[in-house]
């Protein structure tokens, strides 16, 4: 981590509430389901796809797990009651893996069968490594018994790869994204020219793999490349689509879909939002030295 980036991040973290939240607002849809609902009917009518997320992490207790559990059921039925063009994120953890892996599979299940009645989809969010074999094992378990369930992998762990090979074939159905935890040189590439190239390493196993794959990147050169293996396999758009983070360089989200391309929009809401906000800039000086170029409109860093 470079000097600049340490202090950056650490300096974010004592930044108050309300300064920061004039940077999160852009990132993240409000505190209520109401507001995720009204982006999402935005995003829509601009041709893009959505799937939300409630934000919270690492719940203490079953009784928040089964809190977040009804809470995507209710937001599983606003989508089917404003006819949305989104699906449901969620993080293991916030129903209950950090507890007990039998609770999460409870929760989840329960969730992804409701999706299942409504004819939608849940995707399995990855967190970070202490939790990387529990959810993988929760996505093997789902997979058994519901088609409507998909995982999240990272290209910057070193166990991507061979996490593919291991993964059942049939209905594969995965995001790929660089990943943000700050973990450790044992377990995560460093070298971002190293992350790029597993990031199209894994894209073309999930590609030979046959599984739809959300690619998921706001980075153009990573998006070039995928456009690259997309017309090498001579894929169609039921075969994969691209993701973005809300407020995140809209030009590059609009070309994408004026060349054609599907595009879901991530689309994150809830009252942790401030939690969220410094965990995720605390974990990845990238994003917080993003954050304060965003917030003080420095340039050229």
Known sequence: MSLLNLLISKSIMYVPGSVLHIFSKRYIAGEKLIDAVKSVET???????????????????????????????????????EHLDANISLKPTQLGLSIKQELALDNITEVIKHAKKLNNFVRIDMENCPYTDGILQLYLDLKKEYDNVGIVLQSYLRRTISDIEQLPKDGLNVRLCKGVYNEARMLAYKDPSIINRNYLYALEKLFESKAYVGIATHDEKLIFESMRLIDKYNLNTDNYEFQMLLGVDENLRDMILNAGH????????????????????????????????QLFDIHGY
């Open 43 to 81: 995003l829509n009518k601009k041709g893009m796809m959505s799937t939300m997320d409630i934000l919270g992490e690492e719940v203490k207790t079953d009784h928040d797990a089964t809190f977040y559990k009804n809470f995507y059921i209710e937001v599983l039925n606003h989508i089917e009651k």
């Open 262 to 293: 599907k595009l879901r929009t991530y689309v994150p809401f809830g009252k942790e939002w401030l939690s969220y906000s410094k965990r995720r800039l605390k974990e990845n000086p990238n994003i917080a030295r993003h954050a304060l170029r």
